[in-house]
């Protein structure tokens, strides 16, 4: 399932950066970026979102008023510069804070915790299969029966332990309609069914004779799922 987001900042490097880290992790959906936190707020009032990213130093009225000035459903994340707001954002019960320049690696740690602070949702598809596009048809696809999913190029290969299927759906598709306690993305081109993994070992994944790689980008996310942060 995809978590909404909105990034408030006024640095143009700086939002570039976020914007960026934000469109490497498919969990997450950009539906705005403001430069001003008033127009931030006005949005927020009618739009709600899961994650706000959220800069202090914003001119006329600052991060911290808007987190002051409103009752947010969603979960904060303060980015700044500067580290003596953090005391203040945690009385404010944001879920992060992000010292500039960060890494995307700690960019990842505090979407992570974001979405442990969420309130837990109905995965989307609650039935025990799903229909996949292949050539002219849609072919039936019990879930228990996935073991991976490989990208190739344009098209997606599911692997079961009786067959193969190709398919033009995207990685974005498939993450939309099944849970990640159920098949997980650990790879710009793999997507695992947890219960199929028989072993871990640093960033590799054993599935009988299969072995996939975990990638940076994915790592956190997975090791928080299976218990493992």
Same mark, same amino acid.
């Given at each position: 399932?995809?978590?909404?987001?909105?990034?408030?900042?006024?640095?143009?490097?700086?939002?570039? /950066?976020?914007?960026? +880290?934000?469109?490497?992790?498919?969990?997450?959906?950009?539906?705005?970026?403001?430069?001003?936190? #008033?127009?931030?707020?006005?949005? #927020?009032?009618?739009?709600?979102?899961?994650?706000?990213?959220?800069?202090?130093? #914003? @001119?006329?009225?600052? @991060?911290? =008023?808007? #987190?002051?000035? !409103?009752?947010?459903?969603?979960?904060?994340?303060?980015?700044?510069?500067?580290?003596?707001?953090?005391?203040?954002?945690?009385?404010?019960?944001?879920?992060?804070?992000?010292?500039?320049?960060?890494?995307?690696? /700690?960019?990842?740690?505090?979407?992570?915790?974001?979405?442990?602070?969420?309130?837990?949702?109905?995965?989307?598809?609650? /039935?025990?299969?799903?229909?996949?596009?292949?050539? +002219?048809?849609?072919?039936?696809?019990?879930?228990?029966?996935?073991?991976?999913?490989?990208?190739?190029?344009? +098209?997606?290969?599911?692997?079961?332990?009786?067959?193969?299927?190709?398919?033009?759906?995207?990685?974005?598709?498939?993450?939309?309609?099944?849970?990640?306690?159920?098949?997980?993305?650990?790879?710009?081109?793999?997507? !695992?069914?947890?219960?199929?993994?028989?072993?871990?070992?640093?960033?590799?994944?054993?599935?009988?004779?299969?072995?996939?790689?975990?990638?940076?980008?994915?790592? =956190?996310?997975?090791?928080?799922?299976? @218990?493992?942060?």
């Amino acid at each position: 399932m995809k978590h909404s987001c909105i990034i408030v900042e006024d640095e143009p490097l700086a939002l570039e /950066r976020a914007q960026g +880290y934000v469109q490497k992790l498919p969990f997450l959906s950009l539906k705005a970026t403001f430069e001003s936190a #008033l127009e931030a707020l006005s949005y #927020l009032k009618n739009n709600p979102v899961d994650i706000v990213f959220l800069d202090i130093h #914003l @001119g006329d009225f600052s @991060g911290i =008023q808007l #987190l002051e000035s !409103v009752s947010l459903k969603g979960q904060v994340i303060l980015t700044t510069a500067y580290h003596e707001y953090a005391l203040k954002g945690f009385d404010l019960k944001i879920a992060d804070y992000l010292l500039k320049p960060y890494t995307f690696e /700690r960019f990842v740690q505090a979407v992570d915790r974001a979405q442990s602070l969420l309130p837990k949702s109905e995965p989307q598809n609650s /039935r025990p299969f799903i229909f996949v596009k292949t050539e +002219y048809r849609l072919e039936k696809l019990m879930l228990d029966e996935i073991l991976f999913i490989e990208g190739m190029g344009n +098209y997606r290969r599911i692997h079961t332990a009786t067959q193969k299927i190709m398919t033009l759906q995207t990685f974005a598709e498939f993450e939309q309609e099944l849970p990640p306690s159920l098949l997980c993305r650990v790879h710009k081109s793999y997507m !695992v069914a947890i219960a199929k993994i028989d072993s871990i070992e640093k960033d590799r994944i054993r599935l009988g004779e299969t072995i996939i790689p975990i990638s940076d980008s994915y790592r =956190q996310a997975f090791f928080s799922l299976i @218990g493992q942060s």
